[in-house]
């Protein structure tokens, strides 16, 4: 058990690395310690398992890590550590109240508005989830949640999104025109998910090579203020009337 789940969090060691190193520079340019620079710019708590940042800021199991992770001679034994923690930590505890319909999930609705998340659940074939002869599933796995949603929140009337993939085409192509043209550039950018660290990762858990030398060549004018600036993709904000969702989707 212990052995499967260093086996699975192994598979991420570079992503992982090049958070650990984006938080080195981030730390000196802000003058804070690795560990704070961790906790507020890499998904790390999360992916120990910790849930948000603001959840248990002073938790023993992150107090725990960060002094590890300060005592630690170089990088390579500071990912070392970091690793090692991740696969003793326990799997992300389920979130109660997040519905999900596979690779889509969504958080209940907040003032009439229902904001959507995208993750890998479907690449054990081989194919990422996002190929071409993966769309039918996709466009399910939609058509499924928004009629779940329909039922269970007829109040809910806009959706949103907010995130890297929607620069992509094999992802816009699964949504309606309505909600694809509103892209905005987002703000502010929190680091502490994965609405920025996702673009690194391919369906396996490597790291794509040509986005990582561009996120490291920006380091030396890393802006301390805006660090979300470094990444190569930054996360579009896009938002519809559900009723598009509902049309598109052939729930109305
Ligand atoms: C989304 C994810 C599965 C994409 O990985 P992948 O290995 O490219 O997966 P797929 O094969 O399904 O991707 C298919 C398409 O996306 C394209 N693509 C994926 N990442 C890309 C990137 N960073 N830049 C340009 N194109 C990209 C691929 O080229 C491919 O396009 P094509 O079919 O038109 O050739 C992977 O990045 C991931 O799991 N990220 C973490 C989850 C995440 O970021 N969620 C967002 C939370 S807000």
């Given amino acids: 058990m212990a052995d499967a789940r260093a086996a699975k969090v192994e598979v991420f060691r570079d992503y992982f690395g090049l958070q650990l190193t984006f938080a080195e520079t981030l730390a000196a340019r802000r003058g804070l310690s690795l560990s704070e620079a961790v906790r507020g710019f890499t998904n790390l708590h999360r992916r120990l398992g910790l849930g948000d940042v603001s959840d248990a800021l002073h938790g023993p199991e992150w107090r725990r890590y960060a002094e ?62 996002l190929a071409r002869r993966k769309i ?9 949640m928004l009629a779940h949603l329909r039922r269970t929140a007829p109040e809910a009337e806009t959706l949103s999104g907010a995130s890297w993939l929607y620069h992509l085409e094999a992802y816009r192509r699964l949504f309606p025109a309505a ?13 502490t998910g994965t609405s920025s660290w996702g673009q690194f990762l391919t369906h396996t858990g490597a ?31 896009v938002s519809s009337p559900l009723s598009a969702f509902y049309d598109h989707f052939g729930l109305s």
């Fill in 68 to 129: 590890g992770l300060e005592r630690q001679p170089d990088r390579a034994a500071r990912l070392d550590w970091t690793m090692e923690v991740l696969a003793a930590a326990p799997d992300e505890p389920p979130q109660p109240d997040k519905v999900r319909f596979g690779c889509f999930s969504y958080d209940p609705p907040e003032v009439g508005t229902v904001r959507i998340h995208f993750n890998n659940h479907d690449s054990q074939d081989g194919a990422g989830p």
């Fill in 136 to 144: 039918e599933a996709r466009r399910s796995e939609l058509t499924r």
């Fill in 207 to 237: 790291v794509r090579d040509d986005l990582r030398q561009a996120f490291l060549g920006r380091m030396a004018d890393l802006d301390p203020q805006a660090p979300w600036l470094a990444f190569p993709l930054r996360p579009l904000r």
């Fill in 179 to 191: 909600y694809i043209a509103s892209a905005r550039e987002a703000g502010e950018v929190g680091l």
